[in-house]
Nanobody, 124 residues
Framework: QVQLVESGGGLVQAGDSLRLSCAAS????????MGWFRQAPGKEREFVAA????????YYADSVKGRVTISRDNAKNTVYLRLNSLKPEDTAVYYC?????????????????WGQGTQVTVSS
């Protein structure tokens, strides 16, 4: 089992950048596919980005592609989400998630572990 704790959210202006971090417990971090999801008020949780266990493959939602970078540091048991050129529509609670399998990286139902979320608010 893995525990996840997100951090790095906050209130920023449109066009700003932000880096979110997700710290994972345990010694098997490198065995997990990691993902970032977000949920805006009144909307369902949606896929943002995912990264393979080794970090060799990344996946992005079309809505954020080109503005978002997911990365991981397995030595630090941490996954990051870099948000650039933020827009008001990026405002949401951002969740870190982990799963032991591969594939289905955009499907939130395939992820086994979730963090508590960190709020990102982008003002216009």
């Amino acid at each position: 089992q893995v525990q996840l704790v997100e951090s790095g959210g906050g209130l920023v202006q449109a066009g700003d950048s932000l880096r979110l971090s997700c710290a994972a417990s345990g010694r098997t971090f490198s065995s997990y596919t990691m993902g970032w999801f977000r949920q805006a008020p009144g909307k369902e949780r949606e896929f943002v980005a995912a990264i393979s266990r080794s970090g060799g493959s990344t996946y992005y939602a079309d809505s954020v592609k080109g503005r978002v970078t997911i990365s991981r540091d397995n030595a630090k048991n941490t996954v990051y989400l870099r948000l650039n050129s933020l827009k008001p529509e990026d405002t949401a609670v951002y969740y870190c998630a982990a799963r032991g399998g591969t594939l289905y990286y955009t499907n939130k139902d395939k992820y086994d572990y979730w963090g508590q979320g960190t709020q990102v608010t982008v003002s216009s």
